[in-house]
Structure formats: structure tokens, C-alpha cells
């Protein structure tokens, strides 16, 4: 209701790539390679729908919206620079295929287009995934300045998930503890958790 779009941001998505062709995000996907314009595996062009799809192509009244919404993205007039990386795996620098992990690629790609956000829905996984390691410091200072070995700052604002470890039931109650996963266990970027609970929203409008 503010007017705001995302019209002119850049936000970045570092997933299992994004459908440049699909029809609610063209022509606003752009990517290092051929590889991160294209998703085999189809949770990045799903994350990146819930950031900026235009809703043009899908259907109106989206259930538990208000009246006549459609399933446009919370910022439907955003560009997209989409890496991509094998999910389940981790991330690797575009011709280092299997070289993990490359976080450093991952911050310093993203910077150099002047995005200004960078969305991460994914995690490590292992022993000490759990805690605050060195892949979640690497993006502490990455927040501050992205390219360090640029002169002046080049902050990145960062976006991770909580991981899918949490459990708990439909209530939102008896949740485990200690489920966050690295990089979200880092202290400067915004870790994103989600619950189960309905929400009891309707399309009723007074």
C-alpha cells in the first residue's frame, strides 16, 4: 500500500538456480553462467517466486489473502542475480566443481553486481553445523564489506534460513533446540525460521 516494488534493487538469490524463462520472473533474471539461469531442481525458482514473481501469469484470489490478491512476490518489480550450487551439497565456485565450500565466491559475485540483498535458503550440514563456525563469520564480514580486497566497504545485507530441523507440531509448540544452522547461526545477518500454526486468515473483506 506504500507503492514499494523493488523496482531498481538488485537482490540476489544463491540457490539451486532460477527459470529464466518463466513467465512471472522474465526478463529480470540474470546470472554469472548459463548454469545459474536454469533450475533443475526447482526450490530456487520457487524462492525466488515468494521474492518477485509479477503474479501476472498465476491465478487471483490466493487463498488466505485479501480479496483478489495473487500470488505476486513481496517485491514483484525486483531484479534477480541468481548463483547456483548443487543443494544438498553446498556451494562451489562456477568451474570448480567440487571444490567446497566457496563461500567467498558466493559474496564477492553477488557484491560486484551492486545487489543490495543476498537470499540464501540453504544451510551446512554436519557435526558442527550447529554452532557459530567459521562459515558464519565469513559472513559477518561479509555484511560490513563483501569484497575486502576492494578499497572503502561494500556492504551486503543477508538472508539466511533456520534450517528444517526444528520440528515441532502444529501448534508451534515442542520445537528442538539447537536447530539453527550455520551460516544463520551468524550474529549480523537476518536468520529466517518459519512454523506450521494456522493462521486463521480469510478472503472476507468488510
Not at 516494488?5 to 546470472?31: C, E, Q, W, Y
Not at 544438498?88 to 566443481?97: A, C, I, N, Q, R
Not at 550447529?130 to 576492494?150: G, W
Request: charged content about 10%; overall charge negative; cysteine-free.
Amino acid at each position: 500500500y506504500l507503492g514499494l516494488t523493488g523496482a531498481k534493487v538488485m537482490v540476489n538469490i544463491n540457490d539451486s538456480g532460477v527459470d529464466a524463462t518463466h513467465p512471472d520472473l522474465t526478463p529480470r533474471v540474470f546470472g554469472a553462467s548459463a548454469r545459474d539461469l536454469v533450475d533443475p531442481n526447482g526450490h530456487g525458482t520457487h524462492v525466488a517466486g515468494t521474492i518477485a514473481s509479477s503474479g501476472a501469469h498465476s491465478p487471483t484470489g490466493a487463498s488466505g489473502s485479501v480479496s483478489n490478491a495473487s500470488f505476486r512476490g513481496i517485491a514483484p518489480g525486483a531484479s534477480l542475480y541468481s548463483l547456483a550450487f548443487a543443494m544438498g551439497t553446498g556451494p562451489f565456485s562456477v568451474g570448480e566443481t567440487g571444490v567446497w565450500p566457496s563461500d567467498a565466491y558466493l559474496q564477492e559475485t553477488a557484491a560486484k553486481t551492486n545487489a543490495f540483498i543476498s537470499n540464501n535458503s540453504w544451510n551446512y550440514v554436519g557435526a558442527d553445523s550447529r554452532t557459530y563456525d567459521l562459515h558464519a563469520a565469513s559472513y559477518d564480514a561479509a555484511v560490513r564489506d563483501a569484497l575486502p580486497r576492494v578499497p572503502g566497504s561494500q556492504p551486503l545485507v543477508y538472508v539466511f534460513s533456520a534450517g528444517n530441523a526444528g520440528s515441532g507440531n502444529s501448534e508451534g509448540t515442542t520445537g528442538n533446540p539447537n536447530t539453527i544452522l550455520s551460516p544463520g547461526t551468524a550474529k549480523n545477518v537476518i536468520t529466517v525460521g518459519a512454523i506450521e500454526q494456522l493462521r486463521n486468515i480469510t478472503n472476507q473483506v468488510v
